[in-house]
């Protein structure tokens, strides 16, 4: 009697074949053709050499791991964009709220300016230069010692006129070594959006600004 034998690379060749073709096809897809294959494969193995049951387990754990990923990703998808809604119309309620950004413009009002800065670290000495609108330095504050992180600061600014376009540097250093030190200015929410699935504000002022760069509300 003649036997079609399937030698050991033919019965590998199940997950090689599946795999290749598993970014084409769903998971029930790849699910059929795996068992299609896997019953030829038995069809037409040798009697005398049969497959070997650890072998053919670890092939059905391989089309369960291909269609559980599968799945996974469907329910992730699905909660991402649950998620983004919800982010959506909780963040409407920051429509009128002050947050703190990223900038170096100094809003004058009733004669006083007010913004802030941040320090990667602690410094000896912080100096925050207010600039005319053509990068003239007009007056030096002179803050001392500050500790890491954000602090604020006020400018008075009788007689200057609050269309100025006037703007402000910060320098600070920690012996002979500088400190990193970002400025920052105080802007008003005036609408919210989702673009590309990223939450962005519109900000009075700095314009459309993503939600992440927000350092602060008040």
Same mark, same amino acid.
């Given at each position: ?10 019965s590998a060749s199940i997950y090689s074949q599946l795999s290749s073709g598993s970014t084409k096809t769903t998971a029930q897809e790849s699910s059929d053709r795996f068992l299609r294959l896997l019953v ?7 009697? %005398? &050499?049969?497959?070997?049951?650890? +072998? =053919? ?12 990923? @599968? ?9 991402? #964009? ?14 009128? $709220? ?8 100094? @809003? ?20 925050? @230069? =207010? %600039?005319?609108?053509?990068? $003239? =330095? ?5 803050? #001392?010692?500050?500790?890491?992180? $954000? ?7 009788? *007689? ?28 008003? =929410?005036? &609408?919210?959006?989702?673009?590309? *699935? +990223?939450?962005? %504000? @519109?900000?009075? $002022?700095? *314009?459309?600004?993503?939600? &992440? ?6």
């Amino acid at each position: 009697m003649t036997t079609s034998a399937v030698s050991t690379a033919d019965s590998a060749s199940i997950y090689s074949q599946l795999s290749s073709g598993s970014t084409k096809t769903t998971a029930q897809e790849s699910s059929d053709r795996f068992l299609r294959l896997l019953v030829t494969q038995m069809q037409n193995q040798d009697p %005398l &050499s049969p497959m070997d049951n650890a +072998q =053919v387990t670890s092939q059905m754990a391989q089309i369960n791991t291909v269609s559980g990923i @599968e799945k996974l990703n469907e329910t992730i998808t699905g909660m991402l #964009g649950q998620f983004t809604q919800m982010q959506s119309l909780q963040s409407a309620s920051l429509v009128g $709220r002050n947050v703190l950004v990223q900038g170096d413009t100094l @809003e004058v009002q009733d004669g006083k300016a007010t913004a802030a800065f941040e320090l990667a670290g602690p410094a000896d000495s912080v100096k925050v @230069e =207010v %600039l005319s609108a053509g990068g $003239r =330095v007009i007056d030096t504050l002179n803050l #001392g010692a500050e500790s890491a992180g $954000r602090h604020g600061f006020n400018w008075e600014a009788a *007689g200057v006129d609050s269309g100025a376009g006037l703007h402000f540097r910060v320098t600070a250093t920690s012996g002979a070594a500088a400190v990193t030190a970002t400025p920052l200015v105080s802007d008003q =929410v005036t &609408s919210v959006s989702n673009q590309n *699935g +990223q939450l962005m %504000l @519109e900000l009075s $002022r700095g *314009g459309s600004t993503a939600y &992440s760069l927000i350092k602060a509300f008040s």
